[in-house]
């Protein structure tokens, strides 16, 4: 489900393996350290198909400090799966953060617009792993995850796990759109609002600043604001007017 390899090469599949391990360590806006890489390889791979795959994943990995320092490889009669497990660590001063920090008024924010990642991005996309870090030490955020799953199913496993709600404001969502949901949805004729909440695999960082936090600081991070967290539970859209909108939430769920 997160490549072809009629369509990508190895080492873009070794990248995005790896890639997609250390936008876990943005989320928490820790440094990550080394990995470990477990593979069983399709009897169809080459030893060079192999050779690449793992060499995209670890050169990739060494740009970010964190080379493969271990792992296991098979192979079989089936589709090739990877798995890449990094061991992080904290920087001086910060805790991780985590999903269950959330409060009634805070900000929730993206460091980069949404939907559409399917053209291209799904491949390509650099972990926020400097600016997590950045924002840690300078607005202290209460919450972070970023967005595989998409945006609304993501910003609901906040909700969930802090007891909140939140309500996305329509003109500052759609300000967040990112331009190539727009072109994905004169494709598909899906509008990119439901590109932005549900495509998933963007990999920008949901960040959930406390009320207090300097508009300006934000702005400043390149950070977009799309809504508030609310006492009241549930997902919903504002509308100009003070219309509220159920929002449905979905996205990528394993197994269903």
């Given at each position: ?13 070794g ?14 806006a ?95 996309f ?68 439901e ?28 950070l977009l ?12 859209l ?8 159920a ?10």
């Amino acid at each position: 489900v997160d490549f072809d390899s009629q369509v990508h090469v190895w080492s873009a599949i070794g990248r995005k393996a790896m890639a997609v391990n250390l936008s876990d360590c943005a989320a928490m806006a820790v440094v990550p350290v080394s990995a470990v890489c477990a593979v069983a390889l399709s009897n169809k791979l080459s030893l060079e198909d192999a050779t690449e795959l793992v060499r995209g994943a670890h050169e990739f990995g060494l740009h970010y400090g964190c080379p493969i320092v271990g792992g296991d490889t098979n192979s079989w009669d089936a589709p090739t799966a990877i798995s890449i497990t990094v061991a992080a660590r904290c920087e001086a001063g910060l805790s991780p953060i985590r999903r269950d920090g959330a409060r009634p008024d805070d900000g929730i924010w993206l460091t980069g617009p949404v939907g559409g990642s399917i053209l291209g991005r799904h491949m390509t996309f650099e972990p926020r792993l400097a600016l997590s870090r950045e924002i840690a030490h300078r607005i202290q955020p209460h919450a972070m995850i970023d967005i595989s799953d998409g945006l609304a199913l993501d910003l609901w496993r906040i909700l969930e796990a802090s007891g909140c709600g939140a309500v996305l404001e329509e003109a500052a969502l759609d300000a967040a759109t990112h331009a190539d949901a727009v072109r994905l949805a004169a494709q598909d004729g899906r509008s990119p609002r439901e590109h932005a909440l549900y495509d998933g695999e963007d990999f920008e960082l949901l960040v959930v600043a406390p009320a207090d936090a300097a508009e300006g600081e934000m702005l400043a991070l390149g950070l977009l604001p799309i809504g508030k967290i609310t006492a009241e539970p549930g997902l919903r859209l504002g509308r100009a007017g003070g219309v509220y909108e159920a929002l449905p939430v979905r996205g990528w769920e394993h197994f269903r």
